[in-house]
């Protein structure tokens, strides 16, 4: 805890000298443990305190910053190239602008420079996106869809980018060497009951110690009853949700979003609805810390069964029924 | 339930006519309810739907909407005379610009307009914006400062506003004909852990049944292990988090903030800190639903000792010592 504020302060003063405020006004932590390191760093030399302004005494060589600009637009090249959208691995990928919007706030939590991170299920192609918006991050994918998965590493490869991709059905347990070797974990998790435990207690698995996990949830197909589960599961893993950021994250309309609904409600409105043309499924974007040891609440492997990936309120999964 | 939708759907439809994917974007709720509401409508008459358009068939008288602009203007006027800031009631009024912020959230998020609403402390004057902002709604002030309440009793009545403010301190249960009598609850509680459950009990006594609390938490002041206890409690009584929006409220800056810290913290350095000139102590906005029947903690009334307001991580919080 001190030591990152230590890093937070003195990455802050080597972009320029910062009275007091602005240092408190820049750092979300305990303004108690934020004066403590502030007066450490100045008892210890490394801080100087003059008309009002702290300066940092020794120049630092920070990494040159990737430009986010550069980051967005070879992030479009490369992804003009994914393989096509697979309802059945329940993909629908957020929208271009707003996997970047992700990465700026992971960024301004100080989650993702210098972080080992770990993505589950990765359509988006967030690995690509973090890895080309920043200087120093370790992406492992675990992903069940072996095209996307021979995509990323492919595409990491042709880009020198620090991302690797596993083939992983959630359903599984974490394989020993992976767990508790994370400091960040990202996903947008299947939205029943089960199929959220199950993903969120992966990410537990992942973690290290003050690990932090981001997730997509809806109030779309997650009624308010099963957030208050989702919310006790984190609580119940050590974990504090820091934010829940409403309609976050859009999601690219797709030709399957009116055949879903007419599968799954048989509502006889939906056959005189045309397909979206623009944005319009959306979830909130969630950020949770664990306190100490995250403990997982299932570490086992489940039954891959339909009650994982259905119930009663999802509605947007497809399953091309002449094909079965 | 179903009713808040149908009322947030002919709401939206008053202003025009909506395809269906325009109607699912602008309503929180699982999709699976508003598809059902949207054909009851359609079988019913209420609503027609032609060219992917739902339109409604009666045309509503709706409440002339008050001008956003306009009640900060007056809103300036009126707060010019409020009486002067007591740091004995842990008064730090909110920015004005982010007064209105909060209004224009709970107002995007159905919580204002023909709502009940109750504030447990009102140094920021909240009672006064909502009711110069909003065409419909009845505000109740719990406040333990005698000069405010007169003061705001006196503004509500020269300026025709339906707000009316109580002496009451946190500390003495809520009155039984103040028990569950209303639909939104706001306050900036207290941050000791005692401080904060008894202050979201109050607002749990207050609430209906799918009652909406709303409150200011800091990182400043409040560790996030305490963080974890308060969204504990908010589980325990019922409720579901829907929104935490990190560092949505800024504070007026005040002669008192060095003088606390110096007060609070013994460490050399602070001696030689001016006084803040910008904004920079904030607070995240939360948002909480309860499901069902709201269930307080703690109905009791408690000892109004100093562990109710002070604790290790208080450093804001600032006494006259000259003077006692």
């Not at 996997?99 to 210098?114: A, G, I, Y």
Request: with cysteine; glycine share 2%.
């Amino acid at each position: 805890m001190m030591l990152k504020i230590k890093d937070q302060i003195i990455s802050l003063l080597s972009k320029g000298d910062k009275d007091f405020w602005d240092i408190l006004k820049a750092i979300d932590v305990p303004i108690k443990n934020v004066c403590k390191v502030l007066q450490d760093l100045l008892d210890d030399g490394t801080l100087t305190l003059e008309a009002n302004k702290f300066h940092l005494t020794k120049t630092l060589s920070l990494k040159e910053k990737h430009e986010q600009k550069d980051a967005i637009k070879k992030f479009h090249e490369i992804s003009k190239l994914r393989p096509e959208i697979k309802p059945e691995f329940f993909q629908t990928p957020i929208l271009e602008s707003d996997v970047f919007k992700r990465v700026e706030f992971m960024r301004s939590r100080q989650d993702l420079e210098n972080q080992k991170i770990a993505i589950l299920g990765d359509d988006d192609l967030l690995s690509l996106a973090i890895s080309l918006a920043t200087a120093e991050t370790e992406v492992l994918v675990l992903e069940i869809d072996k095209s996307l998965v021979e995509f990323i590493n492919k595409a990491a490869n042709e880009h020198g980018l620090n991302v690797k991709a596993l083939e992983y059905n959630a359903a599984k347990p974490i394989p020993a060497h992976l767990k508790e070797k994370f400091d960040t974990f990202i996903t947008d998790p299947v939205e029943t009951l089960l199929g959220l435990k199950v993903c969120l207690s992966r990410g537990a698995s992942l973690l290290k110690s003050n690990g932090v996990m981001y997730f997509g949830l809806t109030m779309l197909e997650t009624p308010l009853n099963i957030w208050q589960e989702v919310e006790r599961a984190l609580l119940d893993m050590n974990f504090v949700i820091t934010d829940i950021m409403r309609n976050f994250s859009f999601y690219e309309p797709t030709e399957y979003d009116i055949k879903a609904l007419r599968q799954n409600l048989s509502l006889p409105f939906l056959e005189k609805i045309e397909k979206p043309r623009k944005p319009w499924y959306r979830s909130s974007f969630i950020r949770a810390e664990a306190i100490g040891k995250p403990k997982p609440l299932i570490e086992v492997e489940i039954e891959f069964t339909k009650e994982f990936y259905f119930d009663d309120y999802q509605v947007t999964f497809y399953s091309d029924e002449s094909s079965t």
